[in-house]
């Protein structure tokens, strides 16, 4: 199809779609319901001035504090503008050659990706690297109903969340930014086949297709928060070769990984994939595609979760199809930039670990940057400031990272222009106190564990229902407990039904603070995603494991570990009100991951300082 070019229009809007969220139809309740779920070197010939006169995207990470940044934005920026216009967008729509076993029944159509498109004025010849988001949000939410609201922006408005972001400091210094509408959404055509392989098949097109362009250079890099990180795994699965980098923010790293921990699930597991293609219908002639993962997804998180043990998450493929993971380490050699929120309670901090690892394991250049925020880019402090004690407010304002342009910058200076020598592999850390340290890989390769049997413990109840919680007390230690990677408990459990559940959530009990949380059906009592038989009256060893934590315990602070049958948004098992009993004696035992760090460690670093200028 022809391109189509328009007038491009910027609004200062979050990184969701904006949408009027009011009445009861089935429209507004999906919207509702995925929004509560939901360094470097040498130059370019065509570099601007500023990078002929000043390397400031070589600063080291332990001298950036003082760089002169404007770090009174509501977002970070470059300190240094590009010398090219942006010139006015375009829009394409990619043919998609999809698998048979992806092609859709109903409405005839060609099947194509929607792309909006935002060039530099660069000097003819110039090739450019391109930097990519792409989601279901576009065009997004009440298709005008009554009740209900218009959609959000399209395509062609850059998003306030990662799309307006590079607009302003990226495109100037030569990139390009494209947005781009998954299948079903916006005016990309097709059905929404949520993350499965179609969505996967319509991603790697369009890289490849952006990649082979006479202005591009042959570089793509991905960039998204959420669903839209989770595109950036999806493209990495079986990765056009223009794949260079992608940069997942809070991406889940699979469908089922993403609802179920341990074989807990999380309320929204049940009705997310509906919720999504009712969110997404608009009552036109592409509605009467259908792909078959529409039928069968929906059913597939109740199958899960009341009858895992008799087969409920195997009837079908769907879960194995949007399994991401494997596939990248198997297939993908670009690099990674991880990010995620340590108090992200939307996509759990555990799909970043120990997928940080596995991908060095296998080659795959990694870099990561965790701070105390929740569902947030690491450069929002006006969303940080809200967060609450026990989840992240005693990191505050420290974690918000007004370096991070200056940060994104160097990454993709190497990896989509090649300028300069290769980035280091290591993680940002943030500790729950607030302060910032840098490690090789985390958990940190110097970790070592304390093991504590609840012998040693005391605790007032050995019963855990759903009317019934369980306290029990580690005591003090002499030397501050530095908790830095996924602490376990092992639990010695007797069942009194065909299943049951425990949610574990770690307190410093001598202040009162949250530190962490698990949580575990007894049917996966090994971890995993492989349900087993549950016997009523058998003794099981439930081997939970935390979320990752990275936080400090003080000389002389008791540790508390409150058992319930469920917790924040986890559904009850079918057994809640019998529960279990819990052995709190030497076959139960916790371990805690415990690093050392003195006060002038060359690990920890200080970050720009924007709160000095409130």
């Given at each position: ?347 759990d901090p555990y799909h970043a670990f120990p997928t940080y690892q596995l991908m060095r394991d296998r080659g795959i250049p990694a870099r990561g940057i965790m701070g105390q925020w929740a569902h947030n880019y690491p450069d929002q402090p006006d969303r940080h400031g809200e967060l609450t004690s026990g989840k992240g407010a005693e990191a505050y304002p420290e974690m918000s990272r007004m370096d991070w342009a200056v940060e994104l910058y160097g990454w993709f200076e190497y990896w989509l222009k090649d300028n300069g020598p290769e980035p280091q592999s290591y993680v940002q850390m943030q500790r729950n106190d607030g302060r910032w340290h840098v490690e090789t890989t985390w958990p940190p390769s110097d970790m ?167």
């Amino acid at each position: 199809m022809d391109a189509e070019v328009h007038e491009a229009e910027l609004i200062s809007e979050g990184d969701g779609p904006r949408l009027n969220l009011t009445l009861g139809a089935t429209i507004a309740f999906a919207i509702v319901f995925i929004f509560l779920a939901t360094s470097l070197g040498s130059l370019a010939t065509h570099s601007t001035n500023d990078q002929n006169t000043d390397l400031w995207w070589l600063t080291p990470l332990h001298e950036r504090h003082s760089m002169d940044l404007d770090i009174n934005q509501t977002r970070s920026v470059l300190p240094i503008n590009g010398s090219y216009e942006v010139l006015t967008y375009t829009e394409h729509f990619v043919t998609v050659d999809l698998p048979p076993s992806e092609e859709d029944v109903g409405f005839p159509e060609e099947d194509v990706m929607h792309v909006a498109l935002w060039l530099p004025n660069v000097p003819e010849g110039t090739k450019i690297p391109v930097i990519m988001t792409i989601h279901p949000y576009y065009d997004f939410g009440g298709e005008g109903m009554p009740g209900v609201g218009d959609d959000s922006s399209p395509n062609t408005v850059p998003d306030g969340g990662v799309g307006k972001w590079i607009y302003d400091n990226f495109i100037s210094h030569g990139y390009a930014l494209a947005q781009a509408s998954t299948f079903g959404t916006g005016k990309s055509t097709h059905c929404q086949d949520v993350k499965g392989l179609g969505e996967q098949t319509g991603i790697q097109a369009v890289v490849s297709w952006l990649g082979e362009q006479n202005w591009s250079n042959g570089n793509v890099g991905l960039m998204g928060k959420s669903y839209a990180g989770t595109t950036n795994w999806e493209a990495a699965q079986q990765p056009s070769p223009y794949l260079k980098t992608i940069v997942p923010i809070s991406g889940s790293i699979g469908v089922q990984e993403m609802f179920y921990r341990n074989g807990s699930s999380e309320f929204r597991a049940l009705g997310y994939d509906a919720a999504y293609q009712a969110a997404t219908s608009d009552l036109t002639s592409d509605e009467l595609r259908i792909c078959s993962d529409d039928l069968v997804g929906p059913l597939n998180p109740w199958s899960t979760h009341l009858w895992a043990h008799y087969g409920g998450a195997e009837w079908n493929d769907y879960w194995d199809e949007r399994r991401h993971l494997p596939d990248v380490l198997e297939n993908y050699r670009g690099s990674v930039y991880l990010v995620w929120g340590m108090q992200d309670w939307n996509v759990d901090p555990y799909h970043a670990f120990p997928t940080y690892q596995l991908m060095r394991d296998r080659g795959i250049p990694a870099r990561g940057i965790m701070g105390q925020w929740a569902h947030n880019y690491p450069d929002q402090p006006d969303r940080h400031g809200e967060l609450t004690s026990g989840k992240g407010a005693e990191a505050y304002p420290e974690m918000s990272r007004m370096d991070w342009a200056v940060e994104l910058y160097g990454w993709f200076e190497y990896w989509l222009k090649d300028n300069g020598p290769e980035p280091q592999s290591y993680v940002q850390m943030q500790r729950n106190d607030g302060r910032w340290h840098v490690e090789t890989t985390w958990p940190p390769s110097d970790m070592v564990w304390e093991d504590i049997t609840l012998d040693q413990s005391t605790a007032d109840n050995n019963v855990v229902t759903s009317n019934s919680e369980t306290r029990i007390t580690i005591a003090a230690s002499e030397s501050d407990r530095f908790i830095s990677g996924l602490p376990t408990l092992h639990l010695s459990v007797m069942t009194r039904c065909d299943g049951g559940q425990i949610f574990a959530t770690m307190f410093d009990k001598t202040e009162n603070l949250r530190i962490g949380h698990a949580t575990m059906d007894v049917r996966y009592r090994d971890g995993g995603y492989d349900a087993k038989t549950v016997i009523p009256f058998a003794t099981y060893l439930m081997q939970m494991e935390f979320n990752p934590i990275d936080a400090i315990i003080p000389a002389g602070n008791e540790i508390e570990i409150v058992l319930t049958e469920s917790g924040e948004d986890y559904l009850p098992s079918a057994c809640a009100a019998m529960g279990m009993q819990v052995n709190i004696d030497s076959t139960s035992t916790l371990s805690l991951p415990l690093i050392e760090r003195s006060d002038d460690a060359d690990e920890w670093f200080e970050v720009p300082r924007w709160w000095d200028y409130l």
